[in-house]
């Protein structure tokens, strides 16, 4: 069996980003750039899957700009086989990965695919649930834990009131959780290792995918700055204060 990872490169968790001066977005120039942190776990799965005999060969996918083959690289080091870099400087929105993952699904007929659940940069949560959408594929989302047998895969998911096991019939979309897994460091060796593994390029027109955006950002803003706390001097007075001044109790 085959598995699918989409990877996205995304500005990297630790920084602090800043909101351009024009409000028209996020200011990138300059930031290190890593995998989203979920598709790490993603891909971390997919080769513990092959470890344990029940994959065949972890292919890996990011859609973005030329650099995205760092991230495949860094994928192809955790483990995975092959990849393939679908090439485009337009921005890419989630339908439009979703349609390129769509083709992709139709030309390497994964038995599984398995995207983070969401990008940390973007924070839409929209991409597998629309490739499962327009593949007919069963879902099932927000993984912390995935087994699978005869055909099927057992998928624990963390819900409100405690846990939920879905089964769904391959060939499936999974999305990982935080909890799914922590991913391994990746080695030297390995590192050596996935620079001679197989990386194709394509674009969204040789899928034939129409990659146009549909949503238009109007404005970004920075968030509200915090205001100074103060500091009261005993319980009987911050007891008052939370009852006349924040009304909170
Ligand atoms: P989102 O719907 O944007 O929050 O993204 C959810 C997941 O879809 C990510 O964790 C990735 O697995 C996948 N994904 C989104 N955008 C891309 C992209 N440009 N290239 C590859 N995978 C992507």
């Known amino acids: ?27 990138l120039a300059n930031l290190k750039m890593s995998m989203n942190p979920f598709d790490e ?10 470890e344990k005999g029940v994959a065949t060969e972890v292919l890996v996918v990011s859609c973005g700009v030329t650099q995205c083959q760092e991230t495949l690289r860094t994928a192809m080091a955790i483990g995975a086989d092959r990849a ?10 989630p339908l439009a990965v979703a349609k390129i993952l769509k083709a992709l699904v139709d030309k390497e007929q994964p038995g599984l695919v398995i995207l983070g659940k969401q990008a940390i940069d973007d924070d839409c949560n929209q991409t597998g649930q629309m490739l499962a959408a327009l593949a007919d594929l069963p879902q ?15 998928v624990t998911r963390e819900v409100d009131g405690g846990l939920e ?13 935080l909890r799914l897994n922590e991913p391994r460091y990746v080695t030297l060796p390995n590192i050596m290792k996935a620079k001679k593994k197989q990386m194709d390029i394509v674009t969204p027109e040789d899928l034939g995918v129409d990659v146009e955006p549909r949503i238009k950002t109007l404005k970004v803003t920075e968030p509200p700055k915090r205001s100074a706390g103060v500091k009261v001097p005993d319980v009987a007075t911050l007891v008052r204060k939370l009852k006349t001044e924040a009304k909170v109790i």
């Open 1 to 27: 069996m085959k598995i699918l990872v989409p990877v996205k490169r995304v500005v990297d968790y630790n920084l602090k980003i800043r909101v351009k001066s024009d409000g028209t977005g996020v200011d």
């Open 41 to 50: 776990i993603a891909v971390e799965e997919a080769v513990r899957l092959k």
């Open 84 to 93: 393939i870099l679908v090439q485009t400087d337009e921005e890419l929105q």
């Open 140 to 154: 099932a989302t927000f993984a912390s834990k995935v087994e699978v047998a005869n055909g099927k895969a057992n």
């Open 165 to 177: 096991t879905l089964s769904v019939t391959l060939p499936a979309v999974i999305t990982t959780d």
